[in-house]
């Protein structure tokens, strides 16, 4: 399968913990984007990557988001000290090169927070 | 502002046509996709639309007036597979998509 992977699945935490979610893009797509959806919601943009730059970030995202793509193939998101309003879909997508071009998505990372 | 209205729900017969409408105020313009996802699934692509006027895809066909912020996404001989929510998207810059909260249309038979 040559699409986009995320890893885990499912995550079900404590408040307070962190957790982190992996996204593997297609291979030759250097944008990615996180998005996070709730229920009866559209998916919420995050933030961007184009290569390993990260060049936009939402308001959504607060201190306690973080988003990396060191070598500008997979990415990685942390949630350090969850809340319980932070459970949701994780969604990541990738688009190849020119702005415009369909965004793929990945199966998402459910997370729960109790 | 932005702003993205789209129906909450839509229920429509097997075999017949429906169309689901979506107006937008954004900052930015540079397109508008649609997108379909099942329930507990990502959205896969269905369109985008850059310049006015009607683009047709097999059974889907995707309208865009730019000047009225207008776009409707036209289902042609409903299946019971098209029950799923239908995103209507818009891109605003070059990196962001901001969607709407999608409409839940009901195929019966």
């Known amino acids: 399968d040559t699409g986009v992977s995320q890893n885990p699945r499912h995550k079900i935490t404590k408040r307070g913990q962190n957790v982190t979610f992996r996204c593997d893009p297609i291979s030759e797509h250097n944008r990615l984007y996180w998005y996070r959806q709730t229920l009866g919601q559209g998916p919420e943009f995050l933030t961007y990557?184009?290569?390993?730059?990260?060049?936009?970030k939402s308001r959504l995202l607060s201190d306690r988001f973080s988003a990396e793509r060191p070598k500008g193939s997979f990415s990685t998101l942390e949630i350090q000290r969850t809340e319980q309003g932070d459970s949701a879909m994780y969604l990541c997508a990738s688009s190849l090169g020119i702005s415009g071009n369909e965004q793929f998505f990945g199966p998402g990372t459910r997370l729960t927070v109790l | 502002g932005q702003n993205i209205d789209q129906p909450t729900e839509m229920t429509a017969t097997e075999g017949a046509i429906v169309q689901i409408n979506c107006t937008y105020q954004?900052?930015?313009?540079?397109?508008l996709f649609w997108y379909q996802q099942h329930a507990g699934e990502a959205p896969t692509f269905l369109s985008y639309?850059?310049?006015?006027g009607l683009e047709e895809k097999g059974r889907f066909s995707s309208f865009l007036s730019r000047s009225k912020g207008y776009s409707y996404l036209l289902l042609k001989e409903l299946q019971m597979k098209d029950s799923a929510s239908y995103l209507c998207?818009?891109?605003?810059?070059?990196?962001?998509?901001?969607f709407g909260s999608g409409t839940r249309l009901s195929i019966r038979p």
């Open positions: 954004t900052s930015g313009f540079n397109g």
């Open positions: 990557f184009q290569n390993e730059a990260q060049l936009e």
């Open positions: 998207a818009v891109h605003s810059s070059a990196s962001k998509i901001i």
């Open positions: 639309n850059v310049l006015d």
